[in-house]
T-cell receptor
Framework: EAQVTQNPRYLITVTGKKLTVTCSQNMNHEYMSWYRQDPGLGLRQIYYSMNVEVTDKGDVPEGYKVSRKEKRNFPLILESPSPNQTSLYFC??????????????????FGPGTRLTVL | AQKVTQAQTEISVVEKEDVTLDCVYETRDTTYYLFWYKQPPSGELVFLIRRNSFDEQNEISGRYSWNFQKSTSSFNFTITASQVVDSAVYFCALLWMDSSYKLIFGSGTRLLVRP
């Protein structure tokens, strides 16, 4: 079954304790992205990646790191979590079509979400 | 600037009623892509439809239909004969065509279908 998986689905942690949220897709998608969803602010992009070893900042990258060592995985790392990072996190992936600079992404499919609480 | 507006914050209907969710977008691009996603109470984001700016044909999928009108920059979503399982938050989104390829989401419309 084609899917995007995230782990853990729920996490409660304390300020400053490093954590990693994993994201994996089995669709051979080039493009992957992390969003956070907050009440009143909607979904905002944190980081994205257009292929292995190619990552870039989205709108709200502060306090987060990512890596893309394999095509299927795109973990989100919080080195020193703070309460303002309490949120619902989504990983998304999609195909890329065309050639640079005319790339276009296909439909972005989302993982089930990770609800993170930082105390 | 790219922007998506969903003016209806919450809609409540009785089962079997038809309901239309509004979406108005702003973009300077001539080529763009619009989406609808559903977020049920369980929290996941479920893809419903994708539409590109060159295809203004309306689409119907079962009880769901979409009306895309470039002249009014609208991409409205209608559920016919609503059911309790349609209760969810529905998001309209616009694909940002720069290097980030991020989705610009509207604020969402919470639909409650009462039995």
């Amino acid at each position: 079954e084609a899917q995007v998986t995230q782990n853990p689905r729920y996490l409660i942690t304390v300020t400053g304790k490093k954590l990693t949220v994993t994201c994996s897709q089995n669709m051979n998608h080039e493009y992957m992205s992390w969003y956070r969803q907050d009440p009143g602010l909607g979904l905002r992009q944190i980081y994205y990646s257009m292929n292995v070893e190619v990552t870039d900042k989205g709108d709200v990258p502060e306090g987060y790191k990512v890596s893309r060592k394999e095509k299927r995985n795109f973990p989100l790392i919080l080195e020193s979590p703070s309460p303002n990072q309490t949120s619902l996190y989504f990983c998304a992936s999609s195909l890329m079509r065309g050639r640079s600079p005319g790339f276009i992404t296909d439909t972005q499919y989302f993982g089930p979400g990770t609800r993170l609480t930082v105390l | 600037a790219q922007k998506v507006t969903q003016a209806q914050t919450e809609i409540s209907v009785v089962e079997k009623e038809d309901v239309t969710l509004d979406c108005v977008y702003e973009t300077r691009d001539t080529t763009y892509y619009l989406f609808w996603y559903k977020q049920p109470p369980s929290g996941e984001l479920v893809f419903l439809i994708r539409r590109n700016s060159f295809d203004e044909q309306n689409e119907i999928s079962g009880r769901y239909s979409w009306n895309f009108q470039k002249s009014t920059s609208s991409f409205n979503f209608t559920i016919t004969a609503s059911q309790v399982v349609d209760s969810a938050v529905y998001f309209c989104a616009l694909l940002w065509m720069d290097s980030s390829y991020k989705l610009i989401f509207g604020s969402g419309t919470r639909l409650l279908v009462r039995p």
